[in-house]
Protein backbone atom coordinates (compact mmCIF):
# COMPACT_ATOMS: atom_id res chain seq x y z
CA UNK A 1 0.00 0.00 0.00
CA UNK A 2 1.15 3.71 -0.62
CA UNK A 3 1.99 5.80 2.09
CA UNK A 4 -1.27 7.78 2.39
CA UNK A 5 -3.21 4.66 1.91
CA UNK A 6 -1.70 2.88 5.08
CA UNK A 7 -1.44 5.54 7.22
CA UNK A 8 -5.32 5.79 7.07
CA UNK A 9 -5.56 2.15 7.38
CA UNK A 10 -3.80 2.60 10.83
CA UNK A 11 -6.74 4.33 12.14
CA UNK A 12 -9.54 1.61 10.49
CA UNK A 13 -11.05 -0.32 13.22
CA UNK A 14 -9.59 -3.33 12.38
CA UNK A 15 -6.47 -2.13 12.72
CA UNK A 16 -7.67 -0.17 16.22
CA UNK A 17 -8.89 -3.73 17.45
CA UNK A 18 -5.47 -5.04 16.46
CA UNK A 19 -3.46 -2.94 18.33
CA UNK A 20 -5.73 -3.05 21.52
CA UNK A 21 -4.94 -6.74 21.17
CA UNK A 22 -1.48 -6.22 20.85
CA UNK A 23 -0.09 -3.32 23.28
CA UNK A 24 -3.40 -3.03 25.53
CA UNK A 25 -6.36 -0.48 24.85
CA UNK A 26 -4.50 2.13 27.18
CA UNK A 27 -1.81 2.01 24.50
CA UNK A 28 -3.38 2.04 20.88
CA UNK A 29 -2.72 5.66 20.43
CA UNK A 30 0.69 5.88 20.80
CA UNK A 31 1.10 2.57 18.47
CA UNK A 32 -1.34 4.21 16.31
CA UNK A 33 1.37 7.12 16.05
CA UNK A 34 4.35 4.77 15.91
CA UNK A 35 3.19 2.15 13.09
CA UNK A 36 2.74 6.14 11.07
CA UNK A 37 5.79 7.31 11.86
CA UNK A 38 7.63 4.33 10.89
CA UNK A 39 5.61 4.12 7.32
CA UNK A 40 6.61 8.06 6.77
CA UNK A 41 10.29 6.86 7.85
CA UNK A 42 10.70 4.35 6.01
CA UNK A 43 9.22 6.49 2.29
CA UNK A 44 11.51 9.06 3.51
CA UNK A 45 14.41 5.89 2.78
CA UNK A 46 12.51 3.98 0.15
CA UNK A 47 9.72 6.91 -1.50
CA UNK A 48 8.47 4.64 -4.39
CA UNK A 49 7.58 1.56 -2.57
CA UNK A 50 4.75 -0.23 -1.22
CA UNK A 51 5.00 -0.68 2.41
CA UNK A 52 4.22 -4.05 4.07
CA UNK A 53 3.94 -4.01 7.97
CA UNK A 54 5.53 -6.51 10.59
CA UNK A 55 5.62 -7.24 14.23
CA UNK A 56 7.03 -9.21 16.43
CA UNK A 57 7.30 -9.49 19.73
CA UNK A 58 10.09 -10.04 22.92
CA UNK A 59 10.00 -13.04 25.60
CA UNK A 60 8.86 -13.74 28.88
CA UNK A 61 10.18 -16.82 30.63
CA UNK A 62 7.04 -18.31 32.95
CA UNK A 63 8.57 -21.19 34.33
CA UNK A 64 11.09 -23.83 33.21
CA UNK A 65 14.42 -22.09 34.55
CA UNK A 66 17.42 -23.73 33.02
CA UNK A 67 15.36 -26.83 32.12
CA UNK A 68 15.34 -26.64 28.15
CA UNK A 69 19.26 -27.72 27.96
CA UNK A 70 18.16 -31.06 29.48
CA UNK A 71 15.33 -31.38 27.01
CA UNK A 72 12.73 -30.14 30.25
CA UNK A 73 10.12 -28.23 29.76
CA UNK A 74 8.85 -24.79 30.04
CA UNK A 75 6.43 -22.38 30.15
CA UNK A 76 6.83 -18.90 27.99
CA UNK A 77 4.99 -15.93 26.74
CA UNK A 78 4.95 -13.28 24.53
CA UNK A 79 4.90 -9.79 25.76
CA UNK A 80 4.11 -6.10 24.04
CA UNK A 81 7.19 -4.76 23.45
CA UNK A 82 8.16 -5.59 20.53
CA UNK A 83 10.27 -4.95 16.84
CA UNK A 84 8.20 -3.23 14.05
CA UNK A 85 9.40 -3.15 10.58
CA UNK A 86 8.10 -1.37 7.72
CA UNK A 87 9.17 -3.47 4.25
CA UNK A 88 8.78 -4.07 0.43
CA UNK A 89 10.20 -6.36 -1.73
CA UNK A 90 12.84 -4.34 -3.71
CA UNK A 91 13.29 -7.45 -7.13
CA UNK A 92 17.19 -7.32 -6.61
CA UNK A 93 19.43 -9.60 -4.83
CA UNK A 94 20.37 -6.73 -1.51
CA UNK A 95 18.57 -6.52 1.70
CA UNK A 96 18.81 -3.32 2.87
CA UNK A 97 18.12 -2.90 7.04
CA UNK A 98 17.68 0.54 8.90
CA UNK A 99 17.39 0.26 12.13
CA UNK A 100 15.81 2.89 13.80
CA UNK A 101 16.43 1.88 17.27
CA UNK A 102 20.29 0.73 17.24
CA UNK A 103 21.36 3.42 14.72
CA UNK A 104 22.48 1.08 11.61
CA UNK A 105 22.00 0.72 8.48
CA UNK A 106 23.95 -1.73 6.14
CA UNK A 107 23.52 -4.28 2.94
CA UNK A 108 23.26 -7.78 2.43
CA UNK A 109 24.24 -9.23 -0.62
CA UNK A 110 22.35 -12.45 -0.88
CA UNK A 111 24.98 -14.28 -2.97
CA UNK A 112 27.81 -13.45 -0.23
CA UNK A 113 26.49 -14.62 3.16
CA UNK A 114 30.03 -15.88 4.58
CA UNK A 115 30.17 -14.62 8.13
CA UNK A 116 32.80 -12.78 9.56
CA UNK A 117 35.82 -13.91 10.79
CA UNK A 118 34.34 -12.40 14.30
CA UNK A 119 31.03 -14.41 14.05
CA UNK A 120 29.34 -11.33 15.58
CA UNK A 121 26.45 -8.55 15.03
CA UNK A 122 23.27 -8.05 13.36
CA UNK A 123 25.24 -7.94 9.69
CA UNK A 124 26.54 -11.59 10.25
CA UNK A 125 22.86 -12.54 12.20
CA UNK A 126 20.83 -11.75 9.33
CA UNK A 127 23.46 -13.70 6.83
CA UNK A 128 23.07 -16.82 9.02
CA UNK A 129 18.77 -15.78 8.99
CA UNK A 130 19.13 -15.92 5.17
CA UNK A 131 21.55 -19.12 4.79
CA UNK A 132 19.33 -20.95 7.36
CA UNK A 133 16.41 -20.09 5.07
CA UNK A 134 18.16 -21.34 2.12
CA UNK A 135 19.40 -24.48 4.45
CA UNK A 136 15.99 -25.29 5.21
CA UNK A 137 14.26 -25.26 1.39
CA UNK A 138 13.13 -21.90 1.13
CA UNK A 139 13.42 -18.92 -1.08
CA UNK A 140 14.81 -15.91 -0.24
CA UNK A 141 14.94 -12.35 -2.21
CA UNK A 142 15.74 -8.41 -1.51
CA UNK A 143 13.81 -6.30 0.05
CA UNK A 144 14.56 -3.07 2.12
CA UNK A 145 13.21 -2.50 5.92
CA UNK A 146 13.09 -0.08 8.29
CA UNK A 147 12.71 -1.44 11.77
CA UNK A 148 12.28 -0.20 15.44
CA UNK A 149 12.13 -2.13 18.68
CA UNK A 150 10.93 -1.51 22.12
CA UNK A 151 12.06 -4.83 23.13
CA UNK A 152 14.62 -4.22 25.96
CA UNK A 153 18.25 -4.94 25.27
CA UNK A 154 19.69 -7.04 28.06
CA UNK A 155 16.69 -7.74 30.46
CA UNK A 156 16.07 -10.78 29.71
CA UNK A 157 13.04 -10.50 27.04
CA UNK A 158 14.98 -11.55 23.92
CA UNK A 159 15.09 -8.84 21.80
CA UNK A 160 17.41 -10.53 19.35
CA UNK A 161 15.13 -13.29 19.31
CA UNK A 162 12.47 -10.73 18.73
CA UNK A 163 14.72 -9.24 15.45
CA UNK A 164 14.93 -12.61 14.20
CA UNK A 165 11.57 -13.59 14.58
CA UNK A 166 10.61 -10.33 12.03
CA UNK A 167 13.01 -10.88 9.59
CA UNK A 168 11.42 -14.59 9.51
CA UNK A 169 7.98 -13.10 9.21
CA UNK A 170 9.30 -10.98 6.07
CA UNK A 171 11.02 -13.32 3.92
CA UNK A 172 7.77 -16.04 4.79
CA UNK A 173 5.42 -13.30 3.62
CA UNK A 174 7.37 -12.05 0.94
CA UNK A 175 8.95 -14.94 -0.48
CA UNK A 176 7.52 -18.47 0.48
CA UNK A 177 3.89 -17.25 0.25
CA UNK A 178 3.14 -17.56 3.85
CA UNK A 179 3.65 -21.47 4.05
CA UNK A 180 6.52 -21.69 7.14
CA UNK A 181 5.09 -22.42 10.41
CA UNK A 182 6.62 -20.71 13.67
CA UNK A 183 8.57 -24.26 14.17
CA UNK A 184 10.53 -23.66 11.31
CA UNK A 185 11.02 -19.56 11.95
CA UNK A 186 12.43 -20.85 15.49
CA UNK A 187 14.85 -23.23 13.64
CA UNK A 188 15.90 -20.50 11.36
CA UNK A 189 16.83 -18.32 14.55
CA UNK A 190 18.66 -20.95 15.99
CA UNK A 191 20.76 -22.12 13.01
CA UNK A 192 21.42 -18.42 12.41
CA UNK A 193 23.10 -18.20 16.25
CA UNK A 194 24.84 -21.32 16.12
CA UNK A 195 26.33 -21.34 13.10
CA UNK A 196 26.31 -17.24 12.47
CA UNK A 197 27.33 -16.73 16.07
CA UNK A 198 29.00 -19.32 17.28
CA UNK A 199 25.96 -19.05 20.09
CA UNK A 200 24.80 -22.51 21.58
CA UNK A 201 21.43 -21.47 21.20
CA UNK A 202 18.17 -23.77 21.71
CA UNK A 203 15.00 -22.81 20.67
CA UNK A 204 13.11 -21.44 23.62
CA UNK A 205 13.54 -17.69 23.07
CA UNK A 206 12.99 -17.88 19.29
CA UNK A 207 9.71 -20.19 19.56
CA UNK A 208 7.93 -17.71 22.38
CA UNK A 209 8.59 -14.78 20.13
CA UNK A 210 7.05 -16.72 16.81
CA UNK A 211 4.28 -18.52 18.32
CA UNK A 212 2.94 -16.02 20.50
CA UNK A 213 0.31 -16.09 23.79
CA UNK A 214 1.69 -18.39 26.53
CA UNK A 215 2.78 -21.92 25.41
CA UNK A 216 4.77 -24.78 26.67
CA UNK A 217 7.82 -26.80 25.18
CA UNK A 218 8.63 -30.04 26.01
CA UNK A 219 12.35 -30.20 24.37
CA UNK A 220 12.19 -33.65 24.78
CA UNK A 221 13.23 -34.65 21.31
CA UNK A 222 15.26 -31.06 20.63
CA UNK A 223 14.92 -31.42 17.42
CA UNK A 224 11.51 -31.80 17.36
CA UNK A 225 10.55 -29.72 19.95
CA UNK A 226 6.13 -30.35 21.22
CA UNK A 227 5.07 -26.98 21.13
CA UNK A 228 1.53 -26.12 23.01
CA UNK A 229 -0.10 -22.80 22.76
CA UNK A 230 -2.03 -22.51 25.90
CA UNK A 231 -6.00 -20.87 25.49
CA UNK A 232 -6.22 -18.58 28.69
CA UNK A 233 -6.94 -14.55 28.92
CA UNK A 234 -4.00 -13.50 30.90
CA UNK A 235 -5.64 -9.90 30.50
CA UNK A 236 -8.66 -11.11 32.60
CA UNK A 237 -6.59 -11.29 35.57
CA UNK A 238 -5.65 -8.03 35.87
CA UNK A 239 -2.41 -8.69 36.57
CA UNK A 240 0.65 -7.14 35.17
CA UNK A 241 3.85 -8.81 34.98
CA UNK A 242 6.65 -6.14 35.58
CA UNK A 243 10.67 -6.81 34.78
CA UNK A 244 12.97 -5.21 36.94
CA UNK A 245 16.84 -4.74 35.81
CA UNK A 246 19.00 -5.32 38.98
CA UNK A 247 22.57 -3.83 37.31
CA UNK A 248 24.84 -6.04 35.12
CA UNK A 249 27.24 -8.19 37.27
CA UNK A 250 30.70 -7.07 36.74
CA UNK A 251 32.25 -10.47 36.62
CA UNK A 252 32.30 -12.95 33.64
CA UNK A 253 29.59 -15.29 34.31
CA UNK A 254 30.20 -17.75 30.99
CA UNK A 255 31.56 -20.32 33.49
CA UNK A 256 28.32 -19.63 36.27
CA UNK A 257 26.18 -20.33 33.11
CA UNK A 258 27.96 -23.22 31.71
CA UNK A 259 28.20 -25.06 35.02
CA UNK A 260 24.46 -25.18 35.25
CA UNK A 261 23.72 -27.79 32.28
CA UNK A 262 27.21 -29.51 32.90
CA UNK A 263 26.40 -30.30 36.47
CA UNK A 264 23.12 -31.85 35.37
CA UNK A 265 24.67 -34.34 32.99
CA UNK A 266 26.59 -34.87 35.21
CA UNK A 267 24.15 -36.44 37.15
CA UNK A 268 23.04 -38.51 34.30
CA UNK A 269 26.41 -39.45 33.58
CA UNK A 270 26.33 -41.92 36.74
CA UNK A 271 23.22 -43.10 34.92
CA UNK A 272 25.49 -43.88 31.61
CA UNK A 273 23.21 -41.05 29.85
CA UNK A 274 23.48 -37.54 28.38
CA UNK A 275 21.11 -35.26 29.95
CA UNK A 276 18.84 -35.24 32.96
CA UNK A 277 15.42 -36.08 30.94
CA UNK A 278 16.84 -39.55 30.32
CA UNK A 279 16.78 -40.39 33.71
CA UNK A 280 14.03 -40.17 37.00
CA UNK A 281 14.14 -38.66 40.33
CA UNK A 282 13.64 -41.56 42.20
CA UNK A 283 17.15 -42.76 40.48
CA UNK A 284 18.60 -39.85 41.72
CA UNK A 285 17.40 -40.32 45.39
CA UNK A 286 17.65 -44.13 45.49
CA UNK A 287 21.74 -43.61 44.69
CA UNK A 288 22.20 -40.70 46.52
CA UNK A 289 25.67 -41.13 48.16
CA UNK A 290 27.11 -42.79 44.99
CA UNK A 291 25.68 -40.11 43.00
CA UNK A 292 26.71 -36.88 45.68
CA UNK A 293 30.25 -38.75 45.79
CA UNK A 294 30.59 -38.90 41.68
CA UNK A 295 29.00 -35.56 40.54
CA UNK A 296 29.00 -33.25 44.01
CA UNK A 297 26.10 -32.00 46.49
CA UNK A 298 25.48 -28.87 43.75
CA UNK A 299 25.28 -30.72 40.77
CA UNK A 300 22.74 -33.13 42.56
CA UNK A 301 20.39 -30.16 43.86
CA UNK A 302 20.61 -28.75 40.61
CA UNK A 303 19.23 -32.13 38.99
CA UNK A 304 16.38 -32.35 41.78
CA UNK A 305 15.60 -28.31 40.39
CA UNK A 306 15.55 -30.07 36.77
CA UNK A 307 12.88 -32.92 38.32
CA UNK A 308 10.45 -30.38 39.92
CA UNK A 309 10.79 -27.81 37.67
CA UNK A 310 9.76 -29.83 35.16
CA UNK A 311 6.76 -31.06 37.68
CA UNK A 312 6.04 -27.83 38.32
CA UNK A 313 5.31 -26.20 34.59
CA UNK A 314 3.29 -29.20 34.30
CA UNK A 315 1.39 -27.69 37.29
CA UNK A 316 0.94 -24.58 36.41
CA UNK A 317 -0.08 -25.14 32.47
CA UNK A 318 -3.03 -27.73 33.94
CA UNK A 319 -4.39 -24.76 36.62
CA UNK A 320 -4.04 -22.29 33.59
CA UNK A 321 -6.50 -24.73 31.57
CA UNK A 322 -8.37 -25.38 34.22
CA UNK A 323 -8.98 -21.42 35.30
CA UNK A 324 -7.17 -21.80 38.09
CA UNK A 325 -4.87 -19.00 38.23
CA UNK A 326 -3.96 -19.24 42.30
CA UNK A 327 -2.51 -22.17 41.85
CA UNK A 328 -0.58 -21.08 38.60
CA UNK A 329 0.95 -18.37 40.76
CA UNK A 330 0.99 -20.26 43.69
CA UNK A 331 3.57 -22.35 41.20
CA UNK A 332 5.61 -19.56 40.27
CA UNK A 333 6.45 -18.77 43.86
CA UNK A 334 7.79 -22.59 44.26
CA UNK A 335 10.24 -22.10 40.85
CA UNK A 336 11.47 -19.00 42.19
CA UNK A 337 13.04 -20.45 45.44
CA UNK A 338 14.08 -23.69 43.65
CA UNK A 339 16.22 -21.43 41.41
CA UNK A 340 17.25 -19.79 44.34
CA UNK A 341 17.87 -22.24 46.89
CA UNK A 342 18.24 -25.46 44.52
CA UNK A 343 19.51 -24.24 40.88
CA UNK A 344 21.19 -21.57 43.05
CA UNK A 345 21.68 -18.75 39.91
CA UNK A 346 20.90 -15.81 42.06
CA UNK A 347 24.22 -14.55 42.25
CA UNK A 348 28.05 -15.54 41.42
CA UNK A 349 30.07 -17.36 43.88
CA UNK A 350 32.94 -15.37 42.02
CA UNK A 351 31.84 -12.68 43.60
CA UNK A 352 29.77 -12.96 46.61
CA UNK A 353 29.34 -9.41 47.39
CA UNK A 354 27.20 -8.75 44.30
CA UNK A 355 24.05 -9.60 44.33
CA UNK A 356 21.46 -7.67 42.65
CA UNK A 357 19.12 -10.07 41.63
CA UNK A 358 19.01 -11.34 45.18
CA UNK A 359 18.36 -7.88 47.05
CA UNK A 360 15.59 -7.15 44.42
CA UNK A 361 13.85 -10.36 45.32
CA UNK A 362 14.38 -9.58 49.30
CA UNK A 363 12.62 -6.36 48.68
CA UNK A 364 10.26 -8.09 46.23
CA UNK A 365 8.94 -10.15 48.71
CA UNK A 366 8.83 -7.67 51.95
CA UNK A 367 6.12 -5.59 49.55
CA UNK A 368 4.16 -8.78 48.38
CA UNK A 369 4.48 -10.09 52.02
CA UNK A 370 2.76 -6.70 53.25
CA UNK A 371 0.22 -6.42 50.39
CA UNK A 372 -0.72 -9.89 50.88
CA UNK A 373 -0.75 -10.49 47.05
CA UNK A 374 1.89 -11.38 43.96
CA UNK A 375 4.49 -13.23 43.36
CA UNK A 376 8.32 -13.35 41.96
CA UNK A 377 11.26 -14.87 40.78
CA UNK A 378 14.26 -14.86 39.00
CA UNK A 379 14.25 -14.35 35.44
CA UNK A 380 16.37 -16.06 32.37
CA UNK A 381 19.76 -17.05 33.30
CA UNK A 382 20.48 -15.67 36.13
CA UNK A 383 23.47 -15.09 38.29
CA UNK A 384 22.99 -11.67 37.61
CA UNK A 385 20.28 -9.18 35.53
CA UNK A 386 16.29 -9.29 35.88
CA UNK A 387 14.18 -10.74 38.14
CA UNK A 388 10.17 -11.03 37.20
CA UNK A 389 7.15 -9.84 39.59
CA UNK A 390 3.77 -10.52 38.31
CA UNK A 391 1.17 -8.80 40.87
CA UNK A 392 -2.63 -7.12 40.56
CA UNK A 393 -2.68 -4.08 38.00
CA UNK A 394 -3.79 -1.88 40.95
CA UNK A 395 -0.19 -2.16 43.00
CA UNK A 396 2.03 -2.47 39.65
CA UNK A 397 2.40 1.59 39.87
CA UNK A 398 3.30 1.02 43.62
CA UNK A 399 5.64 -1.19 43.39
CA UNK A 400 7.75 0.45 40.35
CA UNK A 401 7.69 3.11 42.52
CA UNK A 402 9.01 1.25 45.49
CA UNK A 403 11.44 -0.82 43.76
CA UNK A 404 13.10 2.05 41.21
CA UNK A 405 13.76 4.23 44.62
CA UNK A 406 15.74 1.09 46.04
CA UNK A 407 17.59 0.13 42.40
CA UNK A 408 17.49 3.25 40.34
CA UNK A 409 14.69 5.35 38.09
CA UNK A 410 13.99 3.42 35.16
CA UNK A 411 14.80 0.20 35.80
CA UNK A 412 11.48 -1.36 36.13
CA UNK A 413 9.38 -2.30 33.02
CA UNK A 414 5.85 -3.13 32.98
CA UNK A 415 4.79 -5.95 30.54
CA UNK A 416 1.65 -8.30 29.49
CA UNK A 417 0.96 -11.66 27.80
CA UNK A 418 0.00 -10.47 23.62
CA UNK A 419 -2.20 -12.88 22.16
CA UNK A 420 0.12 -12.61 18.97
CA UNK A 421 3.83 -13.88 17.58
CA UNK A 422 5.79 -12.48 14.80
CA UNK A 423 2.78 -11.72 12.44
CA UNK A 424 2.15 -9.74 9.30
CA UNK A 425 0.09 -6.99 10.51
CA UNK A 426 -1.06 -5.79 7.47
CA UNK A 427 -2.34 -9.25 6.53
CA UNK A 428 -3.88 -9.59 9.69
CA UNK A 429 -5.89 -6.24 9.32
CA UNK A 430 -6.61 -6.63 5.41
CA UNK A 431 -8.06 -10.24 5.99
Not at 332 to 346: D, M, P, R, V, Y
Not at 363 to 368: V, Y
Not at 392 to 408: N, Q, R, T, V
Request: glycine share 8%; with cysteine; hydrophobic share 40%.
Amino acid sequence: MKENDIIRLLESEKSLSLLAALYGEEAVKENVERYQNLVINFHKEFPEEEVVLFSSPGRTEISGNHTDHNHGKVLAGSINLDCVGAAAKNNSRKVNIISETFHQSFLVDLDDLTPSDKKSGTVDLVKGLLKGFLEAGYEIGGFNAYVTSSVISAAGVSSSASFEMLLCSILNTFFNGGRMDTVAYAHVGKYAENMYWDKASGLLDQMACAVGGLITIDFKDPASPVVEQIDFDFASQKHSLIIVNTGKGHADLSADYSSVPEEMKKVAEFFGKEVCAQITEQEVIDNLSQVREFAGDRSVLRALHFFEENKRVEAEVAALKENRFEDFLRNITASGNSSWKWLQNCFTNTNYQEQGVSIALALTELFLEEKGKGVCRIHGGGFAGVIMTLLPDELAGEYISYIEKALGKGNAYRMSIRPYGAICFSELVNQ
